[in-house]
């Protein structure tokens, strides 16, 4: 490479006049701005062509990242470059880039790359390219690249991000692979901000980390012919990952970012953006395609508020063993494919009735979870309905960590009411005949489980029996002994299996009388034993 001296550009680079002002604007650390002023002409996106006063190449910019001239006494050198068409493939893969880039409104008439290239801050603005390639890239500070439209997919595999990586409102259609943006692995220090983001294809985060929150306020991910929109188990992230709303401009689902990297409101038809009236615009999280959080870790929670999910029947939401604080599903109730938490565990689940999906397509196998927090009205009887749904084969467990979660709360007349209806489902299962047994215990003594029930048949058996016996005394077993003759007494201690009352022993019916007599003890031990169960239950739980 020819050597640049006093800063001046080697002779056989020929700059144009475009390139000249690049060059003098890099050494003064200005902004280098090839704008014509035309909104609609200097849209990047837009049809327009752009004509040579506004082309740069490539090899001149690769020129002034990887070895560029002295700057100017005084000042700092940094590519601030605008409204520039970047002509052939700029390549500094592998390179050492220590000035400040800053690059606004420009064109790349081919793909970026910069696989294992080092950065203090690298800034693509509302940039039109066709493929961002970087995988390994690390920077010093930050990586942003909001509002840029990037044909062909961006890879950020293993890539490690000083500060912030940002890609609001950023348009990333699919690779080859059908994949918008690879970046498993990737490393970022603080805060990943992708909101209002639009991914036509499979964005993959796989093992990625980020230092403090993930957001992906009002963004639209869609791979409807793929199995995922969103593929990111074994994801940690340090505080909260937003699947949410984002609000535009003033909203309050704002997330409080401004432009130029901040969220934005659209502008109306041929007219200049505006701030909301009120402020009550927002646009909702939406998915379609499966998202794949498996074995995920987050250190304050995972937001689901206003998400919308549009999946095909053999699609999941999946959050397979995930570990989180809290876990908000406050979302729109997905209409096909399945919503899947086994084995996750959260410390509290904010819900609400309407988000769950129906029967069969909620699986909740090894799903704990200490503390409910319905958002809305969440009644027992709907609570109940959600554990069906989870179960489509009957599973003790959800009912009783629902039931475990519940006495927690101070709810333990509600605790019994669900394990009371896990063996009623659990009944479903049986064979005829246990399953008759489960209807006669279920209809006396409600499984044990509404012990009063026990006491109230107890009483109706003491009436019935002391008039019967008023009707039909036995005879004495030895009439010399024998006390005088009580019914009420008799009929209490046939029914009474452990107290004596010195009544039934005394007393030898026959006939009819001897089988009502049987009928009186069997029923006594049954409703002992169980009023017995019932008390060991709720000493059990206290």
Known sequence: MTELRDGDAPADLRLTSAE??????????????????????????????????????????ALLLLGGPPAQPGRVAALKLTGAYITDTLDVAGGTIKPFVELRDCRFEAEVVLPESRFTTLR?????????????????????LPRC???????????????????????VHKDRQGRSISADGLTVTQDLQAEMLQSYGELSLRGATVGVSLSLRGSRLSNPFGRRALNAPQLTVERTFYLTAAGLANSP?????????????????????????????????????????????FGDAVDFEHARFTMESDQELSLRRIQTPELRFLGER????????????????????????????????????????PRGPFPLAQRLEWVAAAT??????????????????????????????????????????????????????????????AAVWMAVLWAIGAVYF????????????????????????????????????????????????AVFILAGWVLATTVAAGASRLLRRQ
């Open 20 to 61: 000249w002002s690049m060059w003098q604007a890099f050494r003064n650390g200005s902004t280098c701005d090839l704008q014509n002023g035309d909104p609609e002409q200097d849209d990047p996106h837009g049809q327009h062509l752009w004509g040579p006063e506004r082309r740069v190449r490539a090899r001149v910019v």
């Open 334 to 373: 997905p209409q096909r494919g399945r919503v899947v938490l086994a084995g996750a565990r959260v410390v509290n689940l904010v819900d609400r009735a309407a988000s769950w999906p129906g029967l069969g397509r909620l699986r909740m196998a090894g799903f704990a979870y200490e503390t409910l927090i």
């Open 124 to 144: 693509m603005v509302n940039c039109a390219i066709p493929r961002l390639e970087a995988a390994r890239l690390q920077t010093e500070g930050d990586l942003h």
């Open 253 to 297: 689902f704002s997330s409080g970012a401004t432009p130029p990297y901040g969220i934005i409101p659209p502008a109306p038809p041929g007219g200049i953006p505006h701030t909301p009236v009120g402020g009550s615009r927002m646009q909702r999280f939406e998915c379609e395609g499966g998202i794949r959080l498996d074995d995920g870790r």
């Open 392 to 453: 489509a084969e009957y599973a003790p467990e959800p009912y009783e960590m629902l039931a475990t979660s519940l006495r927690r709360s101070g709810e333990d007349s509600d605790a019994r009411e669900v394990l009371l209806a896990k063996q009623r489902r659990r009944r479903e299962t049986l064979p005829l005949a246990a399953k008759a047994w489960g209807f006669l215990q279920d209809w006396t003594v409600a499984y044990g489980y509404r012990p009063g029930r």
């Open 149 to 171: 439209v990037v044909l062909s997919g961006i890879r950020l595999t293993d890539a490690h991000i000083g500060t912030d990586l940002m890609l609001n409102q950023t348009v």
């Open 470 to 517: 008023s009707a039909s005394p036995p005879a004495p077993l030895k009439p010399d002994e024998a006390p005088p003759w009580n019914p009420f007494l008799y009929a209490l201690d046939l029914l009474l299996p452990v107290i004596d009352l010195h009544q039934g022993a005394a007393w030898e019916p026959a006939g009819a009388a001897q089988w009502v007599a």
